[in-house]
């Protein structure tokens, strides 16, 4: 009886000291576990931080990007805006130099139609004393001292009334046409009575004005009258022909440029 007893009680502490080794083994293993799941959360944690950092730094970025995209938007439509404005002024100044063009091609046109006009009207008279020429748009009718005046006279003689005769009725059918006369003398100091080639040749061209407009009724607001003595010659003051050449009238005859003067200053 005794010895079952002690059978039973060392069966008891034995499986006393078994299930403490087990509890003990489970302790151990599950601190072992622990110590696992830590360190694994302690590097998911690491790799988390790390993450948001650079999801903070691509979000910095991404904002850059962000900036610069919209001053690169801000800037290219500028540029667009720039660009659109200097096709509109090229296009508006071709447009005003095409019109410029025509008005000039008008102006040529009008100036080509005004000398055959006038070389047709003064056929009947010697070329070696009346010369009809354009340029520049304009057309000038030179008349020799022979034609018009006796020598260092601003008295107009029959012949000469007779050639402003036919100039005048070119001009009073055609009211668009500004009259430049101007006076010329050869380097000849002039005596008698009048001071000196200035006087004279301004002499010459008042005294075919009057004619003009009052003879032939050209309209006075178109006419303008000036004296250049002997310094705009045409040849050499060195020889006789170069004198008598240069003592002549120069009508200058221009087609009105008012509408090229207003696109100019537009």
Excluded at 9 to 34: D, H, M, N, P
Excluded at 46 to 64: C, F, H, P, R, W
Excluded at 235 to 262: F, H, M, Q, V, W
Aim: aromatic share 6%; charged share 25%.
């Amino acid at each position: 009886m005794k010895a079952n007893k002690l059978f039973f009680l060392i069966l008891a502490i034995g499986i006393i000291f078994l299930s403490s080794c087990v509890a003990k083994r489970k302790y151990l293993e599950s601190q072992i576990q622990l110590r696992y799941l830590k360190n694994d959360s302690a590097q998911l944690a690491y790799k988390v931080s790390t993450l948001n950092d650079s999801i903070a730094g691509l979000q910095q970025q991404i904002n850059e990007l962000n900036g610069n995209y919209a001053q690169l938007t801000s800037s290219a439509n500028a540029t667009q805006s720039q660009l659109s404005e200097s096709r509109r002024s090229f296009q508006e100044q071709q447009q005003k130099l095409q019109q410029l063009q025509n008005l000039l091609d008008q102006q040529k046109q009008k100036a080509e139609e005004l000398k055959k006009k006038m070389t047709d009207a003064l056929v009947g008279f010697n070329a070696s004393d009346l010369s009809v020429t354009q340029k520049n748009g304009k057309v000038y009718v030179s008349l020799s001292e022979n034609l018009l005046f006796p020598s260092g006279s601003a008295v107009v003689n029959p012949q000469g009334k007779e050639a402003l005769s036919k100039l005048a009725d070119v001009l009073n059918v055609n009211p668009d046409i500004s009259v430049d006369i101007e006076g010329h003398t050869d380097s000849i100091p002039i005596r008698k009575r009048y001071e000196d080639n200035w006087d004279l040749s301004t002499a010459r061209a008042t005294s075919i004005v009057r004619i003009l407009v009052n003879d032939y009724k050209v309209d006075p607001v178109r006419v303008i009258a000036s004296g250049h003595s002997e310094y705009d010659p045409v040849d050499s003051n060195s020889t006789e022909e170069g004198r008598a050449r240069n003592r002549r009238t120069e009508i200058i005859l221009s087609p009105k440029l008012d509408e090229l003067y207003k696109l100019l200053e537009q």
